[in-house]
C-alpha cells in the first residue's frame, strides 16, 4: 500500500465501481486484541465482509487522514482515519488508515468480486 498522496485518483477508483453491484469490506478497531494488557481501556471495533451493496456515488474527502463516503439509495457507508490504499492484482480498491505506531486503525475494500 501506498501513502494517499493524491485523492483525484482514488476519487477515480470510487468512481469506477459506483452503479454497480460491489462487495464491501470494512473494518474499525481501536485495538481490540490489547484490552488484555490494560483492564482500564475500553475497546471497540466494527467489521463487514461481503456486503453486497450499489452506490450512487462515493467521495474522498479530508486532508490526511482521509475520509470516503459511499451514498446508497438508502443510506451511506462511511469510512475516515484513511491513509493508505491500494488498486490490487484483482482490481479491488484497498482503503487503510494506520495509526501513528504504523497499526491498522481502519479498512474499506471494494471489488466486484466476493472477498475470500
Known amino acids: ?4 498522496k493524491d485523492y ?6 470510487i468512481n469506477r465501481f459506483a452503479n454497480q453491484d460491489v462487495y464491501i469490506h470494512l ?7 490489547a484490552s488484555h494488557h490494560d483492564q482500564t481501556f475500553f475497546s471497540a471495533g466494527a467489521y463487514i465482509r461481503n456486503a453486497k451493496v450499489r452506490y450512487m456515488y462515493g467521495k474522498i474527502t479530508g486532508n490526511d ?6 451514498k446508497m439509495d438508502i443510506g451511506w457507508i462511511y469510512a ?14 484497498l482503503l487503510a488508515g494506520h495509526d501513528y505506531k504504523g ?6 475494500e471494494i471489488s466486484k468480486t466476493p472477498f475470500e
Open 1 to 4: 500500500m501506498e501513502p494517499i
Open 27 to 33: 473494518e474499525t478497531t481501536n485495538g481490540a486484541y
Open 80 to 93: 475516515e482515519g484513511l491513509t493508505h490504499f491500494e488498486v490490487d492484482e484483482q482490481g479491488r480498491l
Open 8 to 13: 483525484k485518483s482514488v476519487q477515480d477508483e
Open 103 to 108: 497499526k491498522l486503525a481502519v479498512a474499506l
Open 65 to 70: 487522514p482521509y475520509r470516503v463516503g459511499l
